[in-house]
């Protein structure tokens, strides 16, 4: 289903009033599309990306998936947070895993959701470590940890804020490859957040330039090849020397 | 050296070899100056009167009394705490407020309060209880609260995005997120609990049919028997390190030690 932002305000109050992050913003991801917003550092991507998954209410415009309006967060669109903690730490990786679906689809048998924690692990990677603690994995682990217990809820779309933005340049490669390899699986949106040209290249179908002066999205680009030097115009867009 | 670094990796043999240490240091120390054992008895005396008092169940009963009373206090308190945190975290208002009765409580040692329970519940096992649930509902209130507020944001929002209510994101993420300092609060909890209660048995004098260990502790003064008086000290020193060591450190390491949520002991 596609996800539909539409008109989205948003401010916060400061000490001097309020700051204004979002200003009637506009974006669509198509059904099964992948579409990652650029942007710099503190411009407002979270705050776009937690009101498109209803984590936070817009002061005016619409969230919809589809035909639905998004009022709260629900299991059709998961959520993978920038932060490394966000499995719990008290369960292991397999007890995270059928937590969630247990929470979720709460009639699924046992063997059901083993196997469909076995097989979620296993398509990240993570097939041994099963039996971890949070602690004892490293921090891409983790975050593939949190994108298998996001697979296994089978959601409608994943929404995705700088999640290997911490990672060191080898495990973020082998995570962006996970997640690229996933996505072509088909059936998944992916709304994905970065400040990293290169990674929304590598991954994305459409770029979406946050533009900051605006508070809104200023450019979308496909990323199929048919806009010449994407690359340098993302550079100038960012201000990127 | 060496067999000494092997019991260091054994908790429980570490405690033993220290307290059999210290029992030979005092064993020792009364053959060697040969103090009156009206003052100071010899440990083999103490643990015969600990031994006769066993035997004849006084003891045992009394220790079970008291252990019985402060479970009753404390599971009290627990409730009392997590209603009251719950509280807090819900309501700003009542938070402030929670926060002000927690402020001008948690210092009031147990005993200061003393004549007032008396005067309130008589001395009969509801004053016992009321000063146990005041020693230890405070420390576990504050940790408790600061276990709630500290509890990372992210576990509540990937239990929103779980279609979780309130109610199971309380109990099923809030509760094990602050599990370490909830355990915390408990040991805190327990050893202010502990302590009160003895006192507050010597104080009221036996209460139920033969009274706890505090009453049992109290009457060997009375007699002059010293070597009893030990006895009794004894036995709340070791139900002390039994809880202590054996209880919650049992549940330490099952828990947060195991979930990597506390530094692991070296």
Redesign the interface.
Known sequence: MALKLEQISKSFPTESGSRQVLDRLDLCVEDGEFVAVLGQSGCGKSTLLRIA?G?EPPDSGNVGLGNTPVV????K???L?Q?F??L???MTLQQNLLF?IR??VPKMGTDQALQLVRSCLEQTGLGDSAGC????LSGGMKQRGALARALA?SPEVLLMDEPFSSLDYLTRRNAQDTLKKLWSQGGLTVLFITHDIGEALLLAQRVAVFDLPSRRIGHIFSNDGTVPNLKSRLEELLGVE | MKVYYDLQKHRLALRLFWVLVLLLIWEGGVRLTGVSPLLFPSVGEVLRVLADSVLRGDLVWQAGFSLWIIFLGMAIGLGLGFVLALLSMRFPVAGDLIDTISAIAHPLPGIAVLPLIILWFGTGTGAILAIIVHSCLWPMLLNLTAGFRSA?P??T??G?????NSF?ITTE?LI??S?PLLLSGVKIGWARAWRALISAEMVFGAIGSKGGIGWYIFKQRTFMNTAGLFAGILVVIVIGMLVEDLLFGKIERQ?AE????TQIRQ
């Not at chain 1, 709260?72 to 299991?75: A, E, F, M, T, V």
């Not at chain 2, 929103?160 to 979780?164: A, T």
């Not at chain 2, 195991?258 to 949520?261: A, E, S």
């Open positions: 998954g984590f709260s967060p629900d299991q669109m998961i959520m947070f932060d903690n966000q719990f730490p008290w969630a929470k979720t603690y949070p602690y004892q809820l | 990372p992210i576990y929002d990937v929103r995005n779980l279609s979780m199971a993420i094990p997120a599990f828990t195991k979930w990597g949520m």
